[in-house]
């Protein structure tokens, strides 16, 4: 399904939506988050990151030793290269930009001295500033690729998911139950929560946790962060869940329950 084209307070705010709630959930509960203990080794060194290739067609997806990978995608300018910095611990590892639409390819990364502990892929921006190409390179991606263990899809705190967004996360809803799950599994990461006011940002995070429960009823739990300015917040439980998904962790789910 091609969707690439027109078609201080506030950390502990974030750290609390991070981590409270029990320990008991269900996937029909629309109040959910993720939340974990600091990661392993696996994110320890960030010098050992490296961007390996970059493909802009299905024959140029290269072949990456059969290490784990996990994609991450979302609407053009919801923050992904400013995340996935924070997640590898760079700076400047991925190239961040006010104008939405700058990623254009499936971009490779390795996390870990070679081979590498797993693969990190960032993919273009789907939305008004995407391309009917890079749809279709995506879905070829998620439809084909053996190594795949999880597709990240973002969100935005402040706008919260507009159509193109559900039909999107319905899309991978959909291939998810196809397979039972057995492929590779679906989860939501809700950004810049670092862009609303604590009072603002309770009834955001509701919102948008129904508006993803709703369309998606497979979706895990999403995570909630800030990452545009130091303390980043949810960073670690971001690369929990990665660990999880790719066989070297495990991630705790708690409910979540709003202010």
Partial sequence: MSLYHPTSAIGK???????????????????RCMSSKLPSKVFADASSAEFLAAASTATSIPK??????????????????TLLNAVLGRRNLLHTSKTP????????????????HLILVDAP??????????????????????EL?????????????????????QS?????????????TVQAIITK???????????????????????????????????HEQPHFGVDIVRQSIMEACGLGKAETKVYRPP
Avoid at 13 to 31: D, F, H, L, P, Y
Avoid at 156 to 165: F, M, Q, R, T, W
């Fill in 149 to 169: 263990r999880r597709v990240f899809i973002l969100f935005s705190a402040k706008h919260g998911l507009n159509e193109v967004d559900r039909m999107m996360l």
């Fill in 172 to 184: 991978l809803d959909e291939q998810c139950q196809t397979s039972g799950g057995l492929r590779w």
């Fill in 64 to 81: 990456l030793h059969g290490r784990p990978e996990v994609i991450v995608t979302g609407r053009a300018n919801v923050g992904k290269s």
């Fill in 193 to 227: 929560a670092d862009s609303l006011r604590p009072g603002e940002l309770a009834k955001a995070v509701k919102d948008i946790q129904q508006d993803i429960f709703e369309t998606a009823p497979t979706c895990l739990p999403p995570i909630l962060t800030a990452a």
């Fill in 13 to 31: 705010a974030v750290a609390a939506a991070n981590t409270r709630g029990i320990s008991r959930t269900s996937r029909s509960n629309a109040r």
């Fill in 125 to 146: 921006g789907y939305g008004s500033r995407g391309r009917p190409e890079w749809g279709r390179l995506f879905d070829q991606y998620v439809q084909t690729r053996e």
């Fill in 101 to 116: 639409g700058r990623t254009q390819t499936l971009n490779f990364y390795r996390v870990g001295l070679p081979p590498g």
